[in-house]
């Protein structure tokens, strides 16, 4: 019954396509429009031919004998009884000469997965097994990514002015991933990449970061109400460290293995380093409104290490600096820490 089923669909969707003049598509469960593998689309025509041929034959003995019932002037309650029997006789001839055809739908079907996963036609066992080995190699791409993060400093002993008024700061970041599967079945693989992080680091208590002509840079008092603050920090980062990936092997026929790498759950612990690109300090307030782009002592090199926790394209991640926040003698061990989540796109 199944069987038929599907068949019947296979044949109307032919016989509607033909009739609209459009190309043929089949759902099949990766849930996307496939086209119809050529091999499969010529054995559904002939088919769907020899089915129309069997119905217009049997449709026209069929015809023959109601137009004989019709003469005999029988009740209307026998006439209908009568007529209906023909018909059930009828389509149960038909039904027995579509089986008699033997048509194989276990091989279209599997003709048309092939097509559908290769998207071509399979003439040999060896060409299908290269053609799902090229199709599940190792994983190897560079994909987008944005990631956003509180952040806050770290220090072995917080009592200078920026930790006493340090406020909500953050990490912004966007660039692309390199992932790089050792191999097909493996669940470990190399990650790297390239972005661009902002960080902003906002102060509370009226205060915000000045510098005086010598430029040494501190935290001094605003001298009225601050209604925004913020030192954001531009830097180009590059990360470079390992992914373990706990997906489970799948089997992709011909005793070929793969595991899905980009997907499902993975941890990551990577290295990571960066060079500054500029820095931008606003202010703003009911007193001297500025914004200065020179050098405000921020650290022109930055390293430090993440750990990351994936499930498909979601992360949460850690990370922590091991340099200075600031150069030298300014603020000194304070280290960025930040908490957060990453897309991948």
Do not use: H
């Not at 005999?72 to 007529?83: D, G, I």
């Not at 027995?96 to 092939?114: P, S, T, Y």
């Not at 531009?234 to 790498?261: E, T």
């Not at 703003?284 to 022109?300: A, H, I, K, L, M």
């Amino acid at each position: 019954m199944i069987k038929k089923i599907i068949m019947t669909g296979l044949v109307c969707s032919y016989a509607t396509a033909l009739n609209a003049q459009v190309n043929i598509k089949l759902n099949f469960p990766n849930k996307q429009d496939t086209e119809l593998s050529p091999i499969v689309k010529e054995k559904v025509e002939e088919y769907a031919t020899k089915i129309n041929n069997i119905i217009q034959e049997e449709k026209k003995l069929m015809e023959a004998e109601l137009e004989i019932l019709a003469k005999e002037s029988l009740p209307q309650a026998e006439f209908n009884k009568k007529k209906a029997d023909i018909a059930d006789r009828y389509s149960t001839k038909i039904d027995e000469r579509i089986e008699a055809l033997g048509f194989d739908l276990d091989e279209v079907i599997q003709k048309q997965v092939r097509y559908s996963l290769l998207n071509s036609d399979i003439t040999s066992e060896e060409e299908l097994k290269a053609k799902l080995m090229k199709k599940f190699r190792a994983a190897r791409n560079l994909s987008p990514y944005f990631s956003y993060g509180i952040m806050t400093l770290t220090n072995d002993q917080p009592d200078n002015d920026l930790d006493k008024n340090i406020a909500y700061s953050n990490n912004l970041e966007v660039g692309f991933k390199l992932n790089y599967q050792f191999d097909r079945m493996s669940p470990w693989g190399l990650i790297s990449g390239l972005g661009f992080s902002w960080r902003t680091i906002r102060l509370d208590n009226n205060k915000f970061f000045s510098k005086d002509n010598n430029g040494q840079v501190s935290v001094a008092d605003y001298g009225g109400n601050v209604d925004k603050n913020k030192m954001r920090t531009g830097y180009l980062m590059v990360p470079l460290g390992l992914q373990y990936n706990f997906s489970k092997l799948k089997n992709a026929g011909m005793d070929i293995q793969y595991r899905p790498y980009g997907s499902g759950f993975r941890v990551a612990a990577n290295a990571y380093g960066g060079v500054k690109m500029s820095t931008n300090n606003i202010v703003r307030g009911d007193s001297e409104d500025f914004r200065n782009r020179s050098n405000y002592q921020v650290n022109p090199f930055v390293y430090g290490g993440q750990l990351t926790f994936s499930y498909n394209s979601l992360s949460l991640f850690v990370k922590k600096d091991f340099s200075n926040y600031f150069k030298g003698s300014y603020f000194p061990n304070d280290k960025a820490l930040v908490i957060g989540l990453a897309l991948g796109l």
